[in-house]
């Protein structure tokens, strides 16, 4: 099966600084993976040779069996949808529905297809009832996940979100795990869905979607393993500059069974051993 996603010993420099050193990866099609890292590590310069916006200097990026050298964004588009760091001020129709339906009427979407797919980014995040807003009456958390419809309406094989919960609140933070989850869970054309690859610095959401992880290291790939494995490992995170979430630090503490670390896992596991104990 072809990857959805495939970086062979990529470099990049902005001059003379080397930002990405022979990086080498694999997404397979509805792989969930967090791409993480302290500041300045070269996650948001990954996300720019994905997208086509930047060329590899060594190397070679692949979205399916596309080599980006040969395609440019608006065409990468068809397979990879994006949102940038600061994507909330990216915004720029008149309602957030003509925003969203930007990208698959660039792609050359029939009418009534546009009309879908835009029906089912909004309401995958809930935001049905904003559709004929203007983006920029709405609060900047909501802008944010305007943008993200945007990239869900291009319905494409591969999704690059560039820290899609910065300023979000809890409950939004779900709304996006939620809409993310059925996105890389969903039988699509080519029978699997999306695959997600998802910088943030909140692992906590990290945990609650993701299961695998990658972590650049000054441009270096320094970790590629599942994330629970790595949140399990207190020493490395800290060498690394990550913040252990506290649901896996209770699990380490208490040395629950398997480790969980969702939440819902883990009082699915305190409740039996709670009930176990009472039970004898
Ligand atoms: N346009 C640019 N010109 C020169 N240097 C740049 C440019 N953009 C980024 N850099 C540098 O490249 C390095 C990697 O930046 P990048 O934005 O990829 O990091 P990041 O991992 O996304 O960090 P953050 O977590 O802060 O978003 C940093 O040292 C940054 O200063
Ligand atoms: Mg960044």
Known sequence: MTAALRLDGVSFSYGVVQVLADVSLVLAPGERVALLGRNGAGKSTLVRLVTGLARPAAGTVWVGDWDTRDHSPDVLARRVGSVFQHADQQLFARTLEDDVAFGPRALGFERSDVAG??????????????????????????????????????????????????????????????????????????????????????????????????????????????????????????????????????????????????????????????GGRADP
Not at 129 to 155: I, M, S, V
């Open 117 to 274: 797919r835009v029906a089912r980014a909004l309401d995958a995040l809930e935001l049905g009832a904003q559709a004929r807003e203007h983006p920029y009456d709405l609060p900047p958390a909501l802008r944010k996940l305007a943008a993200l419809a945007g990239a869900l309406a291009l319905e494409p094989a591969l999704l690059v979100l560039d820290e899609p919960t910065a300023g979000l609140d809890r409950a939004l933070r779900a709304r996006v795990t939620r809409a993310l989850l059925e996105r890389a869970g969903r039988a699509g054309a080519g029978g699997g869905g999306a695959a997600l690859l998802v910088i943030t610095h909140d692992l906590t959401f990290a945990a609650e979607l993701l299961d695998r992880a990658l972590v650049l290291d000054r441009g270096r790939l320094a970790c590629d393993e599942s994330l629970a494995g790595l949140l399990g490992a207190a020493a490395r995170l800290e060498t690394l500059g990550l913040l252990r979430p506290p649901v896996a630090e209770l699990s380490t503490a208490l040395d629950l069974p398997g480790r969980p670390i969702r939440a819902a896992d883990a009082a699915r596991v305190l409740a039996r051993v709670a």
